[in-house]
């Protein structure tokens, strides 16, 4: 299973544009990225999810670089409501999710 | 698209006492997963179902626990003789084949 690295933490400001970069040396050919949200005391949430270059939707974009090895989930003009935990998942879509493997993810904070 | 369906919200019980949680998927999804989720950790897989049949179960998920899927809709996770630290977030999730997942916002158990 492809492990990934992600900062603990983050801090931003309302307005700003919020990049989060997850680390996935070992990915192999038919992982999928995927990242989630989760707000306390909810279930995670679909973000967004790719397999290279660039992918984005109404929420978030994603960029790959060509190597695969890392991802950045980059979120435009945060707001305070976008405090919440982050996390990237790197797995084969034909296995399934049972095989992803959620970490600690990055708490995100975002003041006014 | 009503969403993931967790029941009850919140569950305090004695050590020892035996604990039944109910997820109703969403209504075509196939396949439904149990996640368990501790404070500051990311959820953790316990086990998955493919219709009514459990195809796979995590090293995490002791005898005590026993889940169930009858005629593939709703799922049951039940925890036998509960321990401390079986207090936790229990999550359920569900997916259409590979699609991402979708969660329920979750089970709080509190063993006393």
């Known amino acids: 299973l492809a492990k990934t690295t992600q900062p603990i933490s983050m801090d931003s400001y309302e307005g700003q544009e919020v990049n989060i970069t997850c680390s996935h040396n070992?990915?192999?050919?038919?992982?999928?990225i995927t990242w989630y949200q989760q707000f306390p005391s909810q279930g995670p949430r679909f973000i967004i999810q790719?397999?290279?270059t660039k992918v984005t939707n109404e929420v978030a974009s994603l960029f790959i670089p060509a190597d695969r090895k890392s991802s950045t989930l980059s979120l435009p003009r945060v707001s305070l409501s976008d405090t919440a935990v982050y996390y990237c998942?790197?797995?084969?879509?034909?296995?399934?999710?049972?095989?992803?493997?959620f970490g600690q993810g990055t708490r995100l904070t975002i003041n006014p | 698209d009503t969403g993931v369906s967790q029941d009850p919200r919140h569950k305090i019980t004695k050590r020892g006492q035996n604990v039944t949680f109910r997820c109703d998927p969403i209504?075509?999804?196939?396949?439904l997963y149990w996640y368990r989720q501790t404070l500051g950790q990311g959820p953790e897989f316990l086990t998955y179902f493919q219709n009514e049949a459990q195809l796979e179960k995590s090293r995490l998920l002791s005898d005590r626990f026993s889940a169930e899927r009858p005629k593939g809709s709703f799922s049951t996770l039940e925890i036998q003789r509960t321990e401390q630290g079986d207090s936790a977030m229990y999550l359920c999730?569900?997916?259409?084949?590979?699609?991402?997942?979708?969660f329920g916002n979750g089970t709080r158990l509190t063993v006393t």
């Open positions: 209504s075509e999804h196939n396949r």
């Open positions: 790719g397999y290279k």
């Open positions: 998942l790197v797995g084969d879509q034909i296995q399934g999710a049972q095989k992803l493997v």
């Open positions: 999730a569900s997916s259409l084949g590979n699609s991402p997942l979708h």
């Open positions: 070992n990915i192999a050919t038919n992982d999928y």
